[in-house]
């Protein structure tokens, strides 16, 4: 290999896989590749839904054994939950997970001592019932000395120092957009100890080194050192995302969809709270203001109701499905829970007098066309209230596999969609270690790399948006 080109373990924990990925780096190279991918299994047990988290730390294990010698490993994973350690450092139990139900009917407790608009102008953050705030809440924190977030946890095991990543803090309801530090006030009003929280990184930062018991296990030659990088999945993706420019949504695709803009400064309007808009850090003093919807969860938790049917066989007869027949809002929490999603979506269509989808093929069509139809709402709502016009539409993540939806999102739209890449976080891991070894420039310079080097496929709006404007209005009405 060239002394141009270096490769970086890039961990991407997902709410249902984990991967390791190498990513190869130089001047006119970016690579990407599959050492490793691991179930993450969440387990039930009596006390509640818990993240079986040392199966996760040993798949990061085993990647990095199948890795290779790398140059960096960075850790990335979904938001919000957290591990809890005891005086000597040690881990006190599995973490909970976030659609465990102990922080039902907890944010009405919260809002009786900081109410919601308070706590939005302050944090920027959406409502979600799963938000760090309201677990913290909810939680007796028994004998716990230090909290780690899911990435900074394992950071932790991989190299014995701690530190709390800044794009994954913003996600804890806990830190003030405008300053990107902790919001002491919101912290002290509800009981809070801040001291938990191990210091703020940045990503980019050193973040320690492989310790020697890890090098034995994982045979790399030492010294190997971790990097902070955009330790929220979804930080991660929205760095990867290959626009140029400002004029540019984005949808992060997967287990959910996330679809919003990449701004200068947070918008903390009461009108911006009232529909629901979070706004996370990102890379650069950026800020991602986007939308939870469910995302491709619904397809999922279905096609497993369904024994695991042939994907591209059940997308192919959905294709042939007339549109927009049925529609649910893809961004309601009855959608949360997991388990009879099928009857739960014929159930909510039932109820807003709509024709029931029977057949799987009929469910995954008005899955899809929900899914499109919240990407459009999202997307509009966004420019409307950040005051900030977009030209394109980026789809990133996995959902970018999934033609019928990246078509449908640009129907919806009337934008054209531009799809790619798959593996978005696993890449702006990626870029961010390449970063801080100097081997990338600015995140315009990353994105032109992107652009350059990945697949990336365009889908131009079809047929009239009227049709959209009108399964949008009947899902309002109903």
């Known amino acids: 290999m060239s002394a141009s080109v270096k490769s970086y373990a890039a961990v991407d924990l997902g709410a249902s896989s984990g991967r390791v990925m190498v990513g190869r780096v130089g001047p006119d190279n970016l690579e990407l590749s599959e050492a490793h991918r691991f179930v993450n299994r969440p387990v039930r047990v009596p006390e509640g839904l818990r993240w079986d988290i040392l199966s996760l730390y040993g798949g990061v294990l085993d990647g990095l054994r199948a890795a290779g010698q790398v140059d960096s490993v960075g850790i990335d994973s979904w938001a919000v939950d957290y591990g809890l350690l005891d005086a000597d450092g040690a881990l006190l139990g599995n973490p909970v997970h976030y659609r465990d139900s102990r922080t039902e009917g907890v944010a009405q407790k919260v809002w009786a001592t900081v109410p919601a608009p308070e706590l939005y102008a302050a944090t920027g953050l959406q409502y979600a019932p799963f938000n760090t705030l309201y677990q913290l809440v909810a939680d007796r924190l028994t004998g716990a000395q230090r909290l780690l977030l899911i990435p900074d946890l394992l950071t932790y095991w991989l190299t014995g120092e701690q530190g709390t990543e800044l794009t994954n803090a913003s996600t804890t309801q806990l830190i003030d957009p405008r300053t990107r530090g902790w919001s002491y006030d919101i912290a002290s009003r509800l009981g809070l100890d801040l001291g938990l929280f ?18 034995e296990e994982t045979g790399l030659t030492g010294p190997v050192p971790v990097t902070a990088v955009g330790s929220h999945d979804t930080a991660s993706a929205v760095a990867a995302v290959p626009a140029s420019g400002e004029r540019f949504a984005y949808i992060c695709t997967g287990t959910w969809s996330l679809a919003g803009l990449e701004l200068d400064a947070p918008v903390l309007t009461e009108e911006s709270r009232a529909a629901n808009f979070t706004n996370e850090l990102g890379l650069d003093g950026t800020v991602r203001y986007l939308r939870n919807i469910m995302g491709l969860w619904l397809l999922q938790e279905c096609v497993r109701a369904w024994g695991d049917p042939d994907l591209g066989e059940l997308l192919l007869e959905a294709a042939k499905v007339p549109a927009l027949r049925s529609v649910v809002d893809a961004s309601d929490p009855v959608f949360l829970p997991p388990g009879r999603m099928p ?22 069509r008005c899955i899809l066309d929900s899914l499109a139809l919240a990407h459009r709402k999202a997307v509009q709502e966004a420019q409307r ?12 993540g996995g959902g970018t596999r999934n033609a019928l939806l990246c078509q449908l999102t640009a129907d919806a739209c009337g934008l054209p969609v531009v799809a790619g890449p798959t593996e978005a976080a696993a890449l702006g891991n990626v870029l961010v270690q390449a970063r801080a070894h100097g081997l990338v420039g600015d995140l315009a310079g990353g994105r032109e790399l992107l652009t350059r080097t990945q697949p990336l496929t365009r889908y131009e709006p079809q047929g009239d948006t009227a049709r959209w404007r009108e399964a949008q209005a009947r899902l309002a009405g109903a």
């Open 385 to 396: 209230l950040a005051d900030h016009p977009v030209d394109v539409v980026h789809v990133v």
């Open 198 to 215: 191990a210091p703020l990184r940045q990503p980019g930062d050193p973040a320690g080194l492989l310790r020697p018991e890890v090098l």
């Open 343 to 364: 009857e739960r979506i014929a159930e909510a269509c039932r109820a807003s007098g709509q024709p029931v989808p029977v057949s799987p093929a009929e469910v995954t």
